[in-house]
Nanobody, 130 residues
Framework: EVQLQASGGGLVQAGGSLRLSCVAS????????IGWFRQAPGKEREGVAC????????FYGDSVKGRFTISSDKAKSTLSLQMDSLKPDDTAVYYC???????????????????????WGHGTLVTVSS
């Protein structure tokens, strides 16, 4: 059974940093895409960043490029998201997700990307104050 447990959310001032962690179990990182998504109040869920299980390529949403860094530790089965230069617009519930990866790589940057990902953890709330 695939399980994902995210943690690390909290309240931070604009310009500050926060690090999210996700403990994963029930699957092999090499065979899955793993990533972070977020959903702000009244908005659709969007992709933040993901890692290709097969080759380690990293993908980012346009709004977080240059500010957020995704990383994984296969030995510890953990996924992390380092968030720097946070903005009030980054306020959202952040979700850790996993998806069996096909030969084309992660499902990313396509319409309704979150819809195509199979496994989701409970979210962790990040609030950025101005």
């Amino acid at each position: 059974e695939v399980q994902l447990q995210a943690s690390g959310g909290g309240l931070v001032q604009a310009g500050g940093s926060l690090r999210l962690s996700c403990v994963a179990s029930g699957f092999t990182f090499d065979e899955y895409s793993i990533g972070w998504f977020r959903q702000a109040p009244g908005k659709e869920r969007e992709g933040v960043a993901c890692i290709s299980g097969s080759d380690g390529r990293k993908f980012y949403g346009d709004s977080v490029k240059g500010r957020f860094t995704i990383s994984s530790d296969k030995a510890k089965s953990t996924l992390s998201l380092q968030m720097d230069s946070l903005k009030p617009d980054d306020t959202a519930v952040y979700y850790c997700a996993a998806d069996p990866q096909g030969p084309m790589g992660p499902v990313w940057g396509v319409e309704e990307t979150p819809h195509w990902w199979d496994y989701w953890g409970h979210g962790t709330l990040v609030t950025v104050s101005s």
